[in-house]
């Protein structure tokens, strides 16, 4: 009995490693085209936002569904980000495995650390930027609480792809087919 449940262990963990790799290659894909969606929905809402912030426009309809589609974009990579995290990313599974060793080996250290933080926290700038904006009352104020906290996100963002030149690239391409 015991043996049977051992070996149905083994052969499930052995199918899951067989879908893993697929799964990964579909959501790391997923994950690397999203990022064009945000990069021009960042720069859709920054020119939106800082124009009608320092011309005294009104808050149209179209930067509301700018926003709105933004943020989801960035829920969408977060989800997709931490799925590669905590489950189907060789390269954080490596990190993980020796996290000392992996603080000393830039590509590990930066998708166990930095990737992970600043893309958080970007995404976390993007929401804080929504939720201010639709609190405030006046439109001026709308547009001046998506310009400041969106360029924070695209700081964030734009910085961390680019410090690994990420920003039009992939790891494989940047790195040899890590
Ligand atoms: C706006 C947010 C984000 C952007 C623009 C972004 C962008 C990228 C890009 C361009 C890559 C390289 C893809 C490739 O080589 O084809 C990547 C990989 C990765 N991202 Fe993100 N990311 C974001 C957020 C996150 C978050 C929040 C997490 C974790 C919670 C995450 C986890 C990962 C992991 C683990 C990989 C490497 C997967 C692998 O090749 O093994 N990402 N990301």
Same mark, same amino acid.
């Given at each position: 009995?015991?043996?049977?449940?051992?070996?149905?262990?083994?052969?499930?963990?052995?199918?899951?490693?067989?879908?893993?790799?697929?799964?990964?290659?579909?959501?790391?894909?997923?994950?690397?085209?999203?990022?064009?969606?945000?990069?021009?929905?960042?720069?859709?809402?920054?020119?939106?936002?800082?124009?009608?912030?320092?011309?005294? !426009?009104?808050?149209?309809?179209?930067?509301?569904?700018?926003?709105?589609?933004?943020? $989801? #974009? @960035?829920?969408?990579? =977060? +989800?997709?980000?931490?799925?590669?995290?905590?489950?189907?990313?060789?390269?954080?599974?490596?990190?993980?495995?020796?996290?000392?060793?992996?603080?000393?080996?830039?590509?590990?250290?930066?998708?166990?650390?930095?990737?992970?933080?600043?893309?958080?926290?970007?995404?976390?700038?993007?929401?804080?930027?929504?939720?201010?904006?639709?609190?405030?009352?006046?439109?001026?104020?709308?547009?001046? !609480?998506?310009?400041?906290?969106?360029?924070?996100?695209?700081?964030?963002?734009?910085? $961390? #792809? @680019?410090?690994?030149? =990420? +920003?039009?690239?992939?790891?494989?391409?940047?790195?040899?087919?890590?």
């Amino acid at each position: 009995m015991v043996v049977g449940t051992m070996a149905d262990l083994a052969t499930f963990a052995t199918l899951l490693s067989k879908l893993l790799k697929p799964m990964h290659q579909i959501i790391n894909n997923i994950h690397s085209y999203n990022r064009y969606l945000i990069l021009v929905a960042l720069v859709f809402v920054l020119y939106r936002s800082w124009t009608g912030w320092k011309g005294n !426009k009104p808050f149209e309809k179209s930067d509301n569904t700018a926003s709105v589609a933004l943020l $989801g #974009l @960035a829920h969408l990579q =977060l +989800l997709l980000g931490l799925i590669q995290y905590f489950g189907t990313s060789t390269i954080v599974q490596s990190a993980m495995a020796d996290m000392g060793a992996a603080m000393k080996t830039p590509w590990l250290r930066y998708f166990a650390v930095e990737h992970l933080m600043m893309m958080i926290l970007g995404i976390a700038c993007i929401q804080v930027g929504r939720t201010l904006s639709k609190k405030a009352t006046d439109d001026n104020s709308k547009h001046r !609480k998506l310009a400041i906290w969106t360029s924070a996100a695209t700081l964030l963002i734009v910085g $961390g #792809l @680019a410090m690994k030149g =990420l +920003l039009f690239s992939t790891v494989a391409a940047v790195n040899g087919g890590m």
